[in-house]
């Protein structure tokens, strides 16, 4: 007999059984599970809704349930559908009826939105933590970095020369944004739903804030409907994970670019890199690649959780089971391709000497010429033409910028002179950009020194919420 099967006739079908039944995944919430029953037990023993000697049993027997999950000596079944009803069973097996009275006041309905945001809200913090690390080896590279000119992308063609380590940096502060949101969803996933019942709340004169309190919840969901039924802090959580994975995905498409012959710029160090079974000189960015292919998979869940959401009424309805698959993978998938990112980009090879010879042979400083010929009086729109028509003559004789002469500038312009040399060197181009966030090397060095704030900042942060879960 189910353990809610009291008005039934007859046992479910088995394949309602199997169809049914989230045990193969739910599991995982077996300590959350656990954790929020102790909490929920300890309230009924402080609100005198059962006796002392009854709540204390059940939680020295949820305690001895949770040693035999975590060791594999328990067995949890489909036949008791979900990881609540399991841990139950568990429970009564080990303490007898009394441990029946632990359900006393609440509902799987609140019990699963507990579990899943005591869950979520520990995995914010080690992703979190994750993100930072990737922000610190792109921080370090940016550092090793601040004299490696590289040629700056528009449209994937060449635009103006950049520092490396100004690249490096443009992608600290899109994974600061990431960080960001992720600390500010925790308001919202740090509220507890346990107390509002199946949707209606409980008769029992229970005390919702004592075991929010001690599960380190900054307060109560306040409408019961809502309690049960809000999956907002999951999407929301999708959300910031499909972002921080389109993120990953952006610097892993340049990587496989620049790791390519026709690149050139990088090398990936072995470790992070596989071969070929049948093409023995193959070097291939396969984790990088693989990190942007698993952003489909992301942004997928995304789409899915979504979905499932936008015809639903209120209150619980059996297809909010869809809300754990998705977000436990997209865990996984996140967790390890961070995971893996820091490393990666720690020991990545920079060529240096290739990327200085790229910048020299385009005509990524002919803003500069267009500069200078303004600086000396001529309006933008026509230095504009006349740089135009520069590089179009040296695409004709196949040259570069730095190859004319002094004679073959002044054919252009007479205001013209020799420091037009000094002008249009890479270094001078880079430096030129000297103003707040550019590429400047002192202004490369204002962003990195600001980094180290904000990852001092995202660690206190860890710390202090760390310590209240």
């Not at 907002?232 to 670019?257: G, K």
């Not at 004709?396 to 002008?423: G, Q």
Request: overall charge negative; some cysteine.
């Amino acid at each position: 007999m189910k353990l809610w099967g009291g008005r039934f006739t007859k046992p479910t079908n088995q394949l309602v059984d199997e169809y049914t039944a989230s045990i193969n995944f739910d599991k995982k919430l077996a300590k959350y599970d656990i954790q929020g029953s102790l909490a929920h037990v300890e309230m009924l023993k402080f609100c005198g809704i059962i006796p002392v000697a009854d709540a204390d049993q059940i939680a020295e027997g949820l305690h001895t349930v949770l040693l035999k999950i975590e060791s594999g000596e328990a067995e949890l079944s489909e036949e008791h559908e979900d990881i609540h009803m399991n841990v139950e069973k568990l429970l009564m097996e080990e303490v007898g009826a009394v441990g029946g009275k632990l359900h006393t006041g609440r509902s799987r309905n609140d019990q699963v939105a507990l579990d899943m945001r005591l869950y979520l809200r520990e995995q914010l913090i080690e992703i979190i933590q994750l993100v930072v690390s990737v922000q610190q080896s792109l921080h370090t590279q940016a550092k090793l970095n601040l004299d490696t000119v590289m040629p700056g992308y528009t449209h994937l063609q060449r635009a103006q020369p950049v520092l490396f380590g100004h690249h490096m940096m443009a992608y600290v502060f899109m994974f600061q944004r990431d960080v960001e949101r992720l600390t500010d969803s925790w308001k919202r996933v740090n509220k507890s739903p346990l107390g509002a019942g199946a949707l209606a709340g409980t008769t029992f004169p229970i005390d919702r804030q004592f075991v929010a309190e001690k599960l380190g919840f900054d307060g109560i969901c306040e409408n019961s409907l809502d309690a049960v039924s809000d999956r907002d802090f999951v999407v929301e959580f999708l959300s910031n994970a499909s972002l921080i994975s389109t993120h990953l995905s952006r610097l892993c498409e340049e990587l496989v670019q620049w790791s390519s012959a026709e690149f050139s710029f990088i090398e990936l160090d072995d470790a992070f890199s596989t071969g070929s079974s049948m093409m023995p000189q193959k070097k291939n960015p396969d984790v990088a690649e693989l990190v942007r292919g698993k952003t489909g998979r992301v942004v997928g869940h995304l789409v899915g959780m979504l979905t499932t959401l936008k015809g639903l009424p209120l209150a619980y309805n059996k297809d909010m089971q869809e809300d754990k698959e998705g977000m436990f993978d997209t865990v996984d998938t996140l967790k390890g391709a961070l995971g893996l990112f820091a490393p990666m980009i720690e020991t990545m090879q920079v060529k240096k000497e290739n990327m200085y010879e790229a910048v020299r042979k385009d005509f990524s400083n002919a803003t500069d010429l267009a500069d200078y010929l303004v600086e000396k009086g001529m309006p933008f729109r026509e230095s504009h033409a006349v740089v135009g028509q520069v590089v179009l003559q040296c695409i004709n004789d196949n040259k570069y910028l730095l190859d004319l002469t002094l004679e073959e500038f002044k054919s252009f312009s007479e205001t013209i002179e020799a420091d037009i040399f000094e002008k249009l060197k890479p270094e001078t181009v880079v430096n030129a950009r000297d103003v707040a966030g550019g590429t400047a090397k002192n202004r490369v060095e204002e962003q990195i020194e600001k980094a180290v704030e904000l990852f001092q900042s995202s660690s206190e942060w860890v710390r202090k919420h760390g310590e209240n879960i």
